[in-house]
């Protein structure tokens, strides 16, 4: 009697269905226009930005600006506190918008259900593979900005700096997340990719203002929020919630803390996948 695959024969099987997702799914990207558009508009980005920190030297950027700490920090805050979070959700849009959705809209999906891979692998592979290829884009602005700011401000690199790319990298992770349940969401790439969009660009903001403005309530469930870290970490010292204003126009700015925001992202990144994983599991390829 053939007792049957062991469960860490099956365990590994899916991890080697993954491997092999990721791997074809990181080389359609590659192959693909829109990787080397979005690799334009990262390069023109931190063109832009080098132009108008090497040609005008503006206040902007930390030239002639008196500081206590490591004078470097305005120029890391300006460059990568300002435009990081645009580059993560173009990236997050480009790779991981219609990565689900497309399979429905293309019919590409109905080469996959007849082969013996399970839809978790299909699932986790092109995330992987999304979020290697986002990774790529946030790793070439970062490395801009340090060039510029090494040829600039000399070699004495905020520690600061390395600390909000890490938090980037950690944002990247939980919105790509929350993109890829959109995806699954829709069968059609454009809508998924417009709402994803409207969401972190439109729908958090204006929740977090009024919140904010209106009810002085702490935006705890937003990940735009949560994502501030990312700018908040480059100042020195760290900020913290205050309220400001007087009599009627007193208001109360609230400022996540370092522990608070990663735990906001995390929760994101474990409930959006595994929704967005129950979705792509039960929609039928009709």
Known sequence: MNPGP??????ISTIAQVRIVTKYAFLNYFRSRRFYVMLTIVLLMSGLLTFAAGYYRPAFFGFGV?????????????????????????????????????EFQNKTGYFLVPNPI?????????????????TTMLAIFALIALGNGVYFFGTSVPYEFAESVLFAWFDLVAVLAFAFMFSSLFK??????????????FVFNIVDTILTAVAGIEPWFSIVYAGSIIPSVLTVPY??????????????VFVPTIPEGLAILAAYFV????????????????
Request: glycine share 8%.
């Open 188 to 201: 059609s790439s454009a809508i998924s990719v417009l709402m994803i969009v409207i969401m972190l660009l």
């Open 118 to 134: 399970r839809r978790s692998a299909v699932y986790a592979g092109k995330w992987f593979a999304a979020l290697i290829a986002a």
């Open 66 to 102: 008196p500081t206590t700490g490591n004078p470097s920090l305005p120029f890391y805050t300006a460059w990568w506190g300002n435009f990081v979070l645009l580059v993560t959700l173009l990236s997050v849009a480009f790779f991981g918008g219609d990565a689900i959705s497309g």
């Open 271 to 286: 409930v959006t996948a595994l929704v967005g994983l129950y979705l792509f599991e039960k929609k039928e390829f009709t």
């Open 6 to 11: 062991s469960v860490e024969t099956a365990r």
């Open 239 to 252: 900020p913290t919630t205050f309220t400001a204003g007087q009599g009627p126009f007193r208001q109360t």
